[in-house]
T-cell receptor, first 113, second 112 residues
Framework: DGGITQSPKYLFRKEGQNVTLSCEQN?????MYWYRQDPGQGLRLIYY???????QKGDIAEGYSVSREKKESFPLTVTSAQKNPTAFYLCASKIPGPKNIQYFGAGTRLSVL | KQEVTQIPAALSVPEGENLVLNCSFT??????LQWFRQDPGKGLTSLLLIQSSQREQTSGRLNASLDKSSGRSTLYIAASQPGDSATYLC???????????FGAGTRLAVHP
């Protein structure tokens, strides 16, 4: 089945710890995105990547880092610099073309211990 | 700066009602507008996408309209069912921002 796989589904972070959220897609999409969703709010863009070995900051990149070494994978690291990391994190990829149609993974819920 | 607002924030209706969810955006220079469904603790599923040149799109019991001049879109759900219970998000895409701008969503509960 083609799709976007996010893991783990739930993640807990201790204070001062870096944690990495996984996002893998087998849709052969070039562009991938990371969003953060807080209760009662819309999605906010953290980072995006248009192509392998390239990525750009979104609106709320502080305290996060990403890499894009393979087309299929776009992991997000939540660093200790992110003081309020508790949120629902969604990864998406985009089909080629100007319409910006994005497909989303099932999400990872990150909580602080 | 593009801002997207959804009203109401929450809605509870009895089964069978027709209902309208509202989405407004501040910058009318959009390329398209999408409506998504999100079940609790899940990702987003695209429901309808309306190009800027279109007025509406239909899929089954769902109909989405777009009025760029007034900065509004509506999602009409006919004959609502308990299975329609979810959060519905709208998102505007414009080339100038090169990203989707999301509203906060409308949480819909349809009770039997």
């Amino acid at each position: 089945d083609g799709g976007i796989t996010q893991s783990p589904k739930y993640l807990f972070r201790k204070e001062g710890q870096n944690v990495t959220l996984s996002c893998e897609q087998n849709l052969n999409h070039d562009a991938m995105y990371w969003y953060r969703q807080d209760p009662g709010q819309g999605l906010r863009l953290i980072y995006y990547s248009q192509i392998v070995n390239d990525f750009q900051k979104g609106d709320i990149a502080e305290g996060y880092s990403v890499s894009r070494e393979k087309k299929e994978s776009f992991p997000l690291t939540v660093t200790s610099a992110q003081k309020n990391p508790t949120a629902f994190y969604l990864c998406a990829s985009k089909i080629p073309g100007p319409k910006n149609i994005q497909y989303f993974g099932a999400g990872t819920r990150l909580s602080v211990l | 700066k593009q801002e997207v607002t959804q009203i109401p924030a929450a809605l509870s209706v009895p089964e069978g009602e027709n209902l309208v969810l509202n989405c407004s955006f501040t910058d009318s220079a959009i390329y398209n507008l999408q409506w998504f469904r999100q079940d609790p603790g899940k990702g987003l599923t695209s429901l309808l996408l309306i190009q800027s040149s279109q007025r509406e799109q239909t899929s089954g019991r769902l109909n989405a309209s777009l009025d760029k001049s007034s900065g509004r879109s509506t999602l009409y759900i006919a004959a609502s069912q308990p299975g329609d219970s979810a959060t519905y998000l709208c998102a505007a895409f414009s080339g100038g921002y090169n990203k989707l701008i999301f509203g906060a969503g409308t949480r819909l509960a349809v009770h039997p």
